[in-house]
């Protein structure tokens, strides 16, 4: 019997063409020591790639592959580009990406400039802002109140009996709402009247004296929630445009929407998220001024016609 030996591990053989072996994009290809006869000792040994990560056991490094290196790029310029991306000089963009996205640039040196020139296209509207401000409260209500949403329902559902569940207790606001009915105050609905988060639904939602006590403390945590939300979008992005370098499918990125937000735009939408407040709630007080007047008036007339007769 033939004794067994192992072979030592190489990063490459010059005598293989690995971009045959396997389609582009070219991982790290990690050699491992393989059990051989000794008589196979001098052939090339299995290849095995690595596609997470290894662990070295002297060290404890890990090592990442090709995709991983990629990926970390990607989140890198999408950082980068929301905080600058407002001043940013040609030059500037030019020696960051040179000194930082490497193995961005070795996939495809148009990239970079390809998601900056597209990320200057893509801004917020005061709509979108609006509705971002709006959906993002309700999420803090939900923490605040402990409200678990039920996974076996659907969305409009979901959303119907959280609107229920949230706004049942406040009567005088149910009061001012169309046959009592909560279900008019739930956007986006076929059956709703308020189809979208405008200037009528905002006059409406922010009557509810108990959403106007938790839309102040949401204020006060607005800062913390919008850079978690712009974190998550930028790992999301980074994903995906991941899989679109991948499959080379450039021509997504060119009408790909879901940036995350620019630096600029997140002090816009913070002054948005107060201006909100102060409109709508003041309108309350207003209305509720107009009303006692109207009362005061009512009143007085019919001291008078009383005292006339």
Same mark, same amino acid.
């Given at each position: 019997m033939l004794p067994i030996v192992y072979a030592t591990s190489y990063l490459n053989y010059p005598?293989?063409?690995?971009?045959?072996?396997?389609?582009?994009?070219?991982?790290?290809?990690?050699?491992?020591p393989t059990k051989v006869m000794c008589d196979q000792a001098c052939q090339f040994p299995e290849i095995a790639l690595n596609e997470e990560v290894s662990e070295n056991t002297d060290s404890n490094r890990l090592?990442?592959?090709?995709?991983? *290196?990629v990926l970390q790029e990607l989140n890198l310029l999408l950082r980068y580009l929301s905080k600058n991306i407002s001043l940013l000089k040609e030059k500037t963009f030019e020696n960051f990406?040179? +000194?930082? *996205?490497?193995?961005?640039?070795?996939?495809?040196? @148009?990239?970079p400039n390809i998601l900056k020139k597209r990320y200057i296209q893509?801004?917020?509207?005061?709509? +979108?802002?609006?509705?971002f401000i709006i959906r993002k409260c309700f999420q803090f209500i939900k923490t605040e109140i402990n409200y678990?949403?039920?996974?076996?329902?659907?969305?409009? +559902? !979901?959303d119907r009996l959280f609107y229920h569940t949230f706004f049942s207790s406040d009567q005088e606001f149910i009061k001012t709402l169309e046959n009592n009915s909560i279900d008019d105050l739930i956007p986006f609905r /076929?059956?709703?009247?308020?189809?979208?988060?405008? @200037?009528?639904? *905002?006059?409406q939602l922010f009557r509810s004296q108990k959403f106007c006590c938790y839309y102040q403390k949401f204020l006060n945590e607005f800062s913390n929630i919008f850079q978690l939300e712009n974190e998550e979008k930028i790992q999301k992005m980074a994903k995906q445009i991941l899989?679109?370098?991948?499959? !080379? @499918?450039?021509?997504?990125?060119?009408?790909?929407? !879901?940036?995350?937000?620019?630096?600029?735009?997140?002090? /816009?939408?913070?002054?948005?998220?107060?201006?909100?407040?102060?409109?709508?709630?003041?309108?309350?007080?207003?209305?509720? /001024?107009?009303?006692?007047?109207k009362e005061s008036i009512k009143l007085e007339h019919n001291e008078l016609s009383e005292s006339i007769s």
């Open positions: 005598q293989l063409n690995l971009q045959q072996l396997y389609p582009i994009p070219t991982q790290y290809y990690n050699m491992i090592i990442y592959s090709k995709e991983n *290196l990406a040179n +000194e930082n *996205l490497k193995n961005l640039i070795s996939l495809n040196c @148009d990239i893509v801004n917020k509207t005061k709509e +979108e802002m609006t509705k678990q949403d039920k996974d076996n329902l659907g969305a409009e +559902e !979901r /076929k059956e709703s009247k308020l189809k979208t988060i405008n @200037d009528t639904y *905002l006059k899989k679109i370098i991948f499959t !080379r @499918d450039y021509d997504k990125i060119k009408i790909y929407r !879901r940036f995350p937000w620019k630096d600029h735009e997140f002090r /816009k939408c913070e002054n948005r998220a107060q201006e909100i407040y102060w409109k709508y709630h003041s309108q309350k007080f207003k209305n509720e /001024k107009k009303l006692l007047k």
